[in-house]
């Protein structure tokens, strides 16, 4: 069982940086695979980055590649998403989740964190 609580959401002008976390309890959270997903009012939940337990198996969504970057400390059971140039486009309510394995589905999935609101203005 993994339990996940992100943090660090916020109001940003377009062009600034927020770093968010998502701290996770569970023994297993060193061999999950952790990604983050984002979902705009309207839209559907969609992949933003995932990292693999070895921390240097990481993927990314095409619009985020070279601003955003995802990492985790196993040690402090803890995921990040450093965003910079953060563009209005990236406004979203954005989730951390575990899973087995790297996939861009959401349904593949199996833990999921309540949501921190990320609001970029123009």
């Known amino acids: 069982q993994v339990q996940l609580v992100e943090s660090g959401g916020g109001l940003v002008q377009a062009g600034g940086s927020l770093r968010l976390s998502c701290a996770a309890s569970?023994?297993?959270?060193?061999?999950?695979?952790m990604a983050w997903f984002r979902q705009a009012p309207g839209k559907e939940r969609e992949f933003v980055a995932g990292?693999?337990?070895?921390?240097?198996?990481?993927y990314y969504r095409d619009s985020v590649k070279g601003r955003f970057t995802i990492s985790r400390d196993n040690a402090k059971l803890t995921l990040y998403l450093q965003m910079n140039s953060l563009k209005p486009e990236d406004t979203a309510v954005y989730y951390c989740?575990?899973?087995?394995?790297?996939?861009?589905?959401?349904?593949?999935?199996?833990?999921w964190g309540q949501g921190t609101q990320v609001t970029v203005s123009s």
């Open positions: 990292i693999g337990w070895s921390r240097d198996d990481t």
């Open positions: 989740a575990a899973g087995s394995s790297i996939a861009t589905q959401a349904d593949l999935y199996h833990y």
């Open positions: 569970g023994r297993t959270f060193s061999t999950n695979t």
